[in-house]
């Protein structure tokens, strides 16, 4: 059975950094897309970031790229996102999703699309205070 379970959700205030754990079971995470999303009240959840099985590329919203960096450690099998910077605008809960082990897209912005992953867990609160 897959499972992810993800951790390091806190309060923080505006300008500090949080690093957010994805703990995979049943699956490696070498041999999967691993990707972290976010929804806040009221609003749709979005792709954060993806870490791929090709090459290890990575992808980043917009909104987070410069401050935050996704890693994949293969022995720990988990998935980190560092998150540098914040502001009230990252409120969220956070959940990483897994899709593999294939390829999932030639297209880039397929990586962040919550409808293409399958595995999920079960989201870890970031708030941030300003």
């Known amino acids: 059975e897959v499972q992810l379970v993800e951790s390091g959700g806190a309060l923080v205030q505006a300008g500090g950094s949080l690093t957010l754990s994805c703990a995979a079971s049943g699956l490696d995470v070498d041999e999967y897309n691993i990707a972290w999303f976010r929804q806040a009240p009221g609003k749709e959840r979005e792709g954060v970031s993806c870490?791929?099985?090709?090459?290890?590329?990575?992808y980043y919203a917009k909104s987070v790229a410069g401050r935050f960096t996704i890693r994949r450690d293969i022995k720990e099998n988990k998935v980190y996102l560092k998150m540098d910077d914040l502001t009230p605008e990252d409120t969220a809960v956070y959940f990483c999703?897994?899709?593999?082990?294939?390829?999932?897209?030639?297209?880039?912005?397929?990586?962040?699309?919550?409808?293409?992953?399958?595995?999920w867990g079960q989201g870890t609160q970031v708030t941030v205070s300003s």
């Open positions: 870490i791929s099985i090709a090459n290890d590329k990575s």
């Open positions: 999703a897994a899709v593999g082990p294939f390829r999932l897209s030639p297209l880039a912005s397929d990586y962040l699309r919550p409808q293409k992953y399958r595995c």
